[in-house]
């Protein structure tokens, strides 16, 4: 910090550097500006470079030496800009760069003044000498194995990969992958000189610029000098010292403009704004290229601190957009993560300026010191808290353990019992009054113990619409069972029994395994091993028939190839064990079993010690230290649940209110993670997030506020459960700031343990949309339940797909054994969000809406197994419009196919049958709208499939289902299909025929309703520039 505490400005005034002081003749300028505009004039790409050999090594240069330092400047977006007073200034620079010695200081100056540097040619020259640098000094690159063989190699490619952008545009695909090569080799010569520097992500942000405009010999000399100087609290191993120096803005921001500060505070934002900011030097921030070049003119003559004098500044100079904005953490900390292009930074480098002569970081540096131990005193003395209630809780259940050894058990129950009848009874009279408010439900659920008397009919004045037997299997169960822990379930015990089996099956195997690899018997038992849970039976909220999610946690020395092989074997021992399987391949790999009829899906986590304590905690961030992504991958899960649990103020209730919006969620067809809707984890952050923000509301009361809150959300600002952790083990977070993918999540829910991810990458517009939709629906219907006009049961009625929409596409998956079509309909399924991409894409479907429930046929066939989806589709309102889905669909076809091995794939075009013609005497047969033609596209994937008449299927969907039937199947009848129209694609098998023959088919938008035409009537289809042409963001999706 002693070149912070200097208050000695190395940055000399622009005004020291006027180009009007320069005694230059008139004509000459003149001249001398018509010569420099010639010279600078934009250039194609391609020509600046001759044609290379596509086979060499792309780690070889494809860009000239001559031209290696001026991409930038070829492929610049405009002219460079040539004023008489640039003019003046580039002749004085060159002037000085003539004379021996070097004026450095005169360079300095004129790096800060107004304009900068001017443009890359003069960079190319200047920047080398403002540091010092002798350019003609030769620096041997490491090998091509050194570069392989290090450890940060991945993480510097894949951060050099994502960085698209920062590239010129118009630039061919060969000479970016060259300048990706030589971005890589730069970034890993630097941490491979210096071992004690780790890299960061942000770090090639920076040496992107550099190898632009200097080329990559002198911007590994400038990346030298900026890593062990400018950038090197940036690169310590742990985000401690980069996380001190961020506080220094809060101090800058209060001087300049205290009510700022002190909204900004109340907000609770913190500093991670202003992070890719500082360890990118706004290279990761900024759109505009010359705006990126400009800064670093100013940076490399600047202080280490200056990057954070700027962002002060920055703030200041929006505090109109921050006023208008919400006052919470996530709103302006959206606002201020986004840098807009026509910032002044002319004025907005001197305001920096003097901001720094007037308040050096020496100035300042007690008050960041006092606001870091302020944080890490709330943080302790929270932690101290949650230890003394812990300790207080422990205590008490020691001296209530007495108690079953004198009362017998029956008495227990009795006891209870009554104590809460007393209560509610108190309760009821007591609270009389206040019950016969709007809030009815609110004492259903309520802490007072009056929902425990609802079974006995006893409810509370204008208690009106409460339905006791509903009460009495969501409430009374859950209280009693959960609450007071009388007589759990024989299922659960079953449970309780499994998990200890695998848990001595693991220590076993463990052993074993040890063993095996030389080490003694008495230090082999001591290793461990243990079962962890995680999902919806640790969080409490599992129903019956539901499975168990499991982790194997395994010592150091133990692979997985052993757990997917020894393991394995030792498993398959088992009597208990049935439909044993392994997926090793998988993202997560796991080992899926049926143990006593409890479906287990059990994953493998190698931790980096010698032994596995059976108390120890998974939340410990340090675990994670020298594990692959594998294991880190299938240790979030425990540590994510682990983690909601810790951060809901009141565990029951959250239990309650999660288990019912998860119930609603199956109904209303929104919870499926595979199809893009949400899975169990985002809801359960949902929820959490929700009692969170109403930490004393009972269960009924966070239903309500669940919809309150979501419905009016505005997505895709990103739901967080904490503030996220300086944790810096390598890993990816998510970071839209950094990471250029995450910034196209539309409805991010991010888990709260390191490393955060989004657990609803899956979602596409459409189920957005129908989230949005189930969200004010849920809204309405909870507000009516609070006022006592409907029951309960009307949340959970699910709505009628089938009256929704009139126009859909029916996937059907087929095989021919039960154990292959279950592999099969997964690998279907986890594809069918790409289908609706596909479908998302086209600009005349404006929805597409996929129920998460599949259907068999009614009579299905006896050696064929069939499964159905249904996909409901909005099209855009124009008359007679020719819409072709041969692409969307093909596509799909074909890549569930490339991801299955052997399988065949048959589509059908198919007018759909009136209900009266086809469904049962089961089902209503009674239809409306029975004018409106409607239509249907059967996509059928399965396997050794023919013709459409070999599945003896047809899809009445135009039926419009009663909301009487709305809790039955669909209606399918087992007619064959007999319509006039009859497109397929012949059947392929991937691994004889490499043909295939492709008839085109289109839908076509008659009136109201939908017809199939045949090939012959095909009008001209649109082409994929055609529909980007039309509408470029729907195209991009």
């Not at 900011?277 to 990126?292: P, R």
């Not at 006092?370 to 812990?390: F, L, V, Y």
């Not at 018997?521 to 499991?550: C, M, W």
């Not at 691994?991 to 012959?1016: A, C, Y």
Request: proline share 6%.
């Amino acid at each position: 910090m002693a070149n912070m505490g200097s208050s000695v400005n190395p940055i000399i005034n622009s005004d020291a550097c006027n180009a009007q002081d320069l005694n230059v003749n008139t004509a000459k300028v003149i001249e001398c500006k018509d010569s420099f505009k010639e010279s600078h004039k934009l250039e194609s790409y391609r020509n600046d470079f001759s044609p290379q050999d596509k086979s060499s090594n792309p780690i070889n240069e494809n860009i000239p030496t001559s031209l290696n330092g001026s991409v930038a400047t070829k492929l610049s977006f405009e002219e460079v800009p040539v004023s008489k007073a640039f003019v003046k200034k580039i002749l004085e620079i060159e002037l000085i760069l003539s004379k021996k010695p070097l004026d450095v200081i005169k360079l300095k100056q004129l790096a800060a003044s107004e304009g900068g540097l001017i443009n890359d040619d003069i960079r190319r020259k200047v920047w080398p000498k403002l540091l010092g640098l002798d350019t003609k000094k030769a620096v041997p690159p490491p090998s091509e194995e050194e570069l392989l063989a290090h450890p940060e190699y991945h993480q510097v490619v894949l951060d050099v990969n994502r960085s698209l952008k920062r590239f010129p545009p118009g630039i061919p695909y060969d000479q970016r992958v060259a300048l990706q090569d030589q971005l890589t080799r730069l970034i890993l010569r630097v941490i491979i000189k210096y071992p004690h520097l780790r890299y960061y992500q942000g770090y090639h942000d920076v040496a992107v610029t550099f190898l632009l405009v200097v080329g990559e010999s002198d911007a590994f000399q400038i990346m030298e000098v900026l890593s062990t100087e400018h950038l090197k609290d940036c690169m310590e191993p742990t985000m401690d010292k980069t996380s001190r120096l961020l506080n220094f803005i809060y101090p800058l921001i209060q001087r300049l403009h205290p009510t700022l500060f002190e909204y900004m505070e109340r907000s609770g934002v913190g500093t991670m704004f202003c992070l890719p900011w500082f360890l990118t030097w706004y290279g990761h921030s900024l759109n505009q290229y010359h705006d990126v070049v400009r800064l670093y003119d100013f940076f490399l003559v600047s202080p280490p601190l200056m990057p954070l004098y700027l962002a002060a500044i920055i703030v200041v100079h929006r505090q109109d957009e921050i006023f208008c904005a919400d006052c919470d953490m996530a709103g302006i900390h959206s606002l201020l993560s986004q840098i807009p292009d026509d910032l002044p930074f002319e004025s907005l480098l001197k305001k920096a300026t003097k901001l720094y002569d007037d308040y050096p970081p020496n100035s300042i540096e007690s008050e960041v010191t006092d606001r870091i131990n302020k944080e890490r005193d709330d943080k302790r003395r929270q932690a101290t808290r949650h230890i003394a209630q812990r300790g207080w809780q422990n205590r008490l259940a020691a001296h209530w353990a007495v108690v079953p050894r004198f009362i017998p058990r029956p008495l227990q129950v009795r006891y209870i019992l009554v104590t809460a009848t007393l209560v509610g009874l108190y309760a009821y009279f007591r609270m009389a009054d206040a019950l016969s408010t709007d809030n009815v439900l609110l004492t259903a659920f309520g802490i007072s113990g009056t929902s425990l008397l609802y079974p006995f009919h006893i409810f509370p004045p204008g208690a009106v619409g409460i339905d006791p037997a509903f009460v009495m299997a969501s409430i009374a169960e859950e209280v009693i069972h959960l609450a007071l822990g009388i007589a759990k379930s024989k299922k659960h015990k079953v449970r309780m029994e499994i998990l200890s089996k695998l848990n001595s099956l693991v220590k076993e195997w463990i052993c074993e395994a040890s063993i095996k690899r030389n080490m003694p018997p008495n230090v082999a038992e001591q290793v461990g091993g243990k079962i962890y849970t995680f999902g919806s039976y640790r969080l409490g909220v599992h129903h019956k028939g539901a499975d168990i999610d499991a982790l194997c946690v395994a010592p150091r020395h133990i692979d997985r190839s052993d757990y997917f092989t020894s393991f394995f074997e030792l498993l398959k021992q088992q009597p208990e064990v049935t439909e044993l399987r392994a997926v090793e391949e998988a993202f997560v790999p796991v080992i899926k079993m049926n143990f006593d009829d409890i479906e287990i899906d059990m994953l493998f986590a190698r931790l980096a010690l010698k032994e596995i304590p059976d108390n120890m905690d998974l939340r410990d961030d340090c675990l994670l230290k020298n594990l692959d992504q594998k294991c880190v991958r299938s240790l979030n899960g425990c540590r994510v649940t682990d983690e909601i649990l810790r951060l809901v103020p009141n565990i029951e209730n959250f239990r309650l209110a999660l288990r019912t919006i998860k119930l609603w969620a199956k109904k209303h067809g929104i919870y499926s993670n595979a199809l893009g809707y949400l899975g169990g984890v985002s809801w359960a952050m949902l929820v959490a997030r929700t009692c969170q923000l109403y930490p004393n509301a009972v269960a009924a009361t966070l239903v309500h506020k669940f919809f309150l809150v979501f419905s009016q959300w505005k997505w895709p600002q990103p739901v967080l459960l904490k503030q996220p952790e300086n944790v810096n083990l390598g890993f990816p977070v998510w970071d839209p700031r950094v990471n250029v993918s995450d910034r196209y999540h539309l409805m991010p829910i991010i888990t709260p343990a390191y490393p955060q991810q989004n657990s609803t990458f899956n979602v596409s517009i459409s189920t957005r949309t129908i989230m949005q939709e189930e969200f004010k629906n849920g809204l309405v219907i909870t507000e009516d339940i609070m006022q006592g006009k409907v029951t309960w049961d009307k949340l959970f009625e699910p709505p009628n797909l089938f009256s929704k929409y009139k126009h859909f596409i029916v996937l059907l998956a087929s095989s021919t054994s039960a154990e292959d079509h279950l592999e099969w309909c997964g690998l279907i399924e986890s594809k069918v969000r790409h289908l609706i991409g596909n479908l998302e894409r086209n600009q005349h479907i404006t929805l597409a809406h996929v129920n998460p429930e599949c259907f068999p046929p009614l009579e299905p066939e006896s050696d064929k197994f069939c499964t159905m989806w249904f996909i409901g589709l909005v099209f855009a309102k124009t008359e007679n419009l020719n819409v072709d889905l041969t692409y969307d669909i093909q596509s799909f076809t074909d890549s569930v196919l490339l991801s299955s091995g052997d399988s065949a794939s048959l589509i059908n075009t198919t007018n759909k049958k009136r209900v009266s013609d086809s469904a049962t005497d089961t089902y209503c047969k009674k239809a409306k709208n029975e004018d409106s033609p409607n239509s249907a596209i059967v996509v059928n994937c399965g396997e050794d499939s023919n013709s459409a008449e070999e599945h003896g299927l047809t899809v009445p969907v135009d039926t419009l289902i009663t909301d009487e039937q709305c809790m039955e199947p669909p209606l399918l009848a087992a007619t064959p299909i007999t319509n006039e129209v009859n497109i397929a694609i012949n059947s392929i098998d991937l691994q004889v025929s490499d043909h295939v023959e492709k008839k085109d088919f289109s839908v076509s938008q008659v009136n109201k309703g939908m017809r199939i035409r045949k090939p012959h009537e095909i009008y001209d289809d649109l082409t994929t520039e055609q529909v980007y042409q039309t509408n470029p963001k729907k195209f991009e999706g």
